[in-house]
């Protein structure tokens, strides 16, 4: 899984296109690289080489505003991958 730091004020709920993969992110952007599977293209090149462009996977469904939205939301995405316990809630 895929965590969002503690007393985050924000983040962004992505969908992955390829792997169907739901997660939080700090990071806020129309589209971004899947962490689940997408490859961050590797910036050490020689001079024969080619620089791999990123595939960016995952879109953005939703901002989540404030701390406690996060909290909640990364719990619930917890509690989805991992079936858990829900008297928690």
Known sequence: MFFVPDNTQIAGFYECDDCFERFLSVQIAPKIICPYCGEVPDMEIGPDDVLETAHESAHLIK???GVEEVEKMDGLLSLAVT??????L
């Open 63 to 65: 901002v989540i505003e």
């Open 83 to 88: 079936g858990g316990d829900y008297e928690w």
